[in-house]
């Protein structure tokens, strides 16, 4: 079993590395969920979709979603971002929820949270003006919600390097 890749059991060697098999089955993911909308997407977070198994690669497709996808639009023909300032407040919460979840689940990996904290990067305005009109503190909540999941991954972590091998 890879290291890197602990729920993937490939052979590390020859033309399919672990890391080739890893980028395979997030393009056939990524493929399933780009025609997802986000009540689909915040179904299978909660592990409610009856069709996927709720996996690390299906969240780090979700997060590969959330940070590249341009929606075409005719008053947008160069695209544009998933959310945007001034999107539907219910869709823009929908959104958010979905991250902060994703955060806080169990089965996050590293890559995860590198796409959350991409996310961040990417959507810090948005996440402001949506506090700002709604009256929310989603950006308190999203921060806060990441260095949770940081920590838990950093105390996993721990916990492998210490455990004794038998």
Known sequence: MSKCY??????????NT???QY????????EIIKDWNLSD????????????????????????KFNTQRTS????????HL???????ERTKKGLEIV??????????????????????????VVR??????SKNYRQRLLHAFRKGLFRLEVEAKKKRTSPTV
């Open 6 to 15: 602990p729920n993937l059991m490939f052979k590390s060697s020859g033309p």
């Open 18 to 20: 672990p890391k080739q």
């Open 23 to 30: 980028e395979k089955k997030l393009d056939e993911m990524s």
């Open 41 to 64: 997407t915040h179904k299978y977070v909660m592990c409610k979709n009856n069709t996927h198994v709720c996996n690390f690669l299906g969240f780090d497709a979700i997060m590969q």
């Open 73 to 80: 639009d005719k008053d947008f023909p160069d695209g544009r």
């Open 83 to 89: 959310f945007e300032i001034g999107d539907r407040p």
């Open 100 to 125: 902060i979840m994703l955060c806080k689940h169990p089965r996050s990996n590293i890559k995860t949270m590198l796409g959350i904290q991409q996310f961040l990067k990417i959507y810090m305005d």
């Open 129 to 134: 003006d949506y506090d700002k009109t709604n």
